[in-house]
């Protein structure tokens, strides 16, 4: 096993999990598989937080969303409920000083099921029926949680609050890519969609690159992107659950 542990997070958000990692004595590569970006006209996001009063629940889909959001807020308003798939997201709403203690704030009740289709069951979507949901998200992403509300009679809006994408293929990213694929590394993925880029990337730069990342170990903290792995040929996995403490402990297990 190499020293090494990839963290594929936006660059933005890898510096505590990075320093937590170099903290156990292993070699810290930063590569991040997705960039994030302000949009380029706010005005819909600023006047869709100025009335979050009128919403029963806020539902935001990933830290992304959350900081991004919060750039335009003083203050979330008493009485809002928030949504979150996982603990990044608890911990980011931390970081704009909302926790449990100032708001009420619901996820899924499995860390090692963070996604929309278990935050949907942690819900009470009876109570929902007839109230305004707002769900936070990029410029695109998936419909699942606005339908499933749908269907449970709530009125949904979206907004986005951030875009992302895959980096271009650098002479830079494209060195680093070489080296990690040349040794045997543990990488810990946070994103499918960073998952299906990251193959996309490899293929493009070796004709064997694919099958040379089906030989490197995955830390992931969802079923959901595990099972991406899986359909992507990726069989070399550990699956522990959402937050950075559970990531740590899946590193520790493999030392």
Avoid at 39 to 48: G, I, K, N, W, Y
Avoid at 190 to 205: H, N, P, Q, Y
Wanted: proline letters at 4%; hydrophobic letters at 50%; aromatic letters at 2%.
């Amino acid at each position: 096993m190499s020293d090494t542990v990839v963290i594929t997070r936006p660059r933005a958000q890898a510096g505590p999990l990075a320093r937590s990692v170099a903290a156990l004595g292993r070699k810290v590569v930063l590569l991040p598989l997705l960039d994030i970006f302000e949009l380029e006209d706010t005005s819909e996001l600023r006047a869709t937080l100025a009335d979050l009063s009128a919403y029963a629940l806020v539902a935001f889909v990933s830290p992304n969303a959350i900081d991004a959001a919060f750039a335009h807020l003083e203050r979330w308003p008493d009485g809002v409920a928030l949504a979150v798939v996982g603990e990044g997201s608890r911990a980011a709403l931390a970081r704009h000083g909302v926790n449990d203690g100032n708001a009420r704030i619901l996820s899924p009740h499995d860390p090692a099921r963070s996604d929309s289709e278990h935050l949907l069951g942690a819900l009470d979507l009876d109570a929902l029926a007839g109230k305004r949901v707002l769900i936070v998200r990029g410029e695109s992403g998936r419909e699942l949680m606005a339908d499933g509300l749908r269907a449970a009679g709530a009125q949904v809006s979206t907004v986005a609050a951030y875009r992302r994408c895959v980096p271009e293929l650098s002479a830079e990213l494209e060195a680093s890519l070489r080296t990690l694929l040349a040794q045997d590394n543990d990488w810990i993925i946070t994103s499918s969609e960073a998952l299906r880029g990251l193959l996309a990337l490899v293929a493009r730069i070796d004709p064997h690159g694919v099958a040379k990342m089906q030989q490197q170990h995955l830390i992931v903290p969802h079923a959901r992107i595990a099972e991406t792995a899986r359909a992507l040929g990726l069989t070399r996995l550990t699956l522990c659950g959402s937050g950075d403490a559970r990531l740590l402990a899946a590193l520790q297990s493999r030392a």
